[in-house]
């Protein structure tokens, strides 16, 4: 199951049943089952609390991906702040609504096993993030 829900700021304009279909999709193609997923979309000030409490970084992030995956079925928590989603999608000159879902999707595979922080691993992860935005219908629903 997969929830969505807020800490201090209104849900973002998202098709929960089109994403929760895709996450499924994106999941499955990496071989995973998706188990209780929870996004929890927060600012800047709840995501550098998360940071610091439970991974003592001291910086903003997008995304902080708790996994609590087994075996095959992927489960975690995911927290977004959707402030730096914004920062980050004027930055990169993207939709906010494509870096939202490039986000989400960041968060899910890092739960199928995909790392960012190796030597060539950002570049790994950049390619999965493109492919399976590749397979999202942002016009679907408009």
């Given at each position: ?20 279909a ?71 000159h993207?939709?906010?609504e ?18 960012d ?26």
């Amino acid at each position: 199951m997969i929830s969505y829900q807020t800490d201090g700021v209104a849900l973002p304009q998202i098709r929960r049943r089109e994403v929760t279909a895709w996450v499924k999709r994106v999941a499955s193609t990496y071989g995973k089952k998706v188990g209780e997923i929870a996004y929890i979309f927060c600012n800047d000030d709840r995501i550098i609390e998360v940071n610091r409490q439970y991974l003592q970084h001291d910086y903003y992030t997008d995304i902080i991906t708790f996994d609590y995956t087994t075996g095959s079925t992927i489960s975690g928590d995911l927290f977004i702040s959707l402030d730096t989603v914004r920062s980050n999608s004027e930055e990169q000159h993207t939709t906010y609504e494509e870096e939202l879902h490039r986000v989400i999707i960041h968060g899910i595979l890092h739960l199928c096993g995909i790392n960012d922080k190796g030597p060539g691993e950002r570049e790994i992860m950049e390619a999965a993030e493109n492919k399976a935005l590749a397979d999202y219908d942002f016009t679907c629903g408009k």
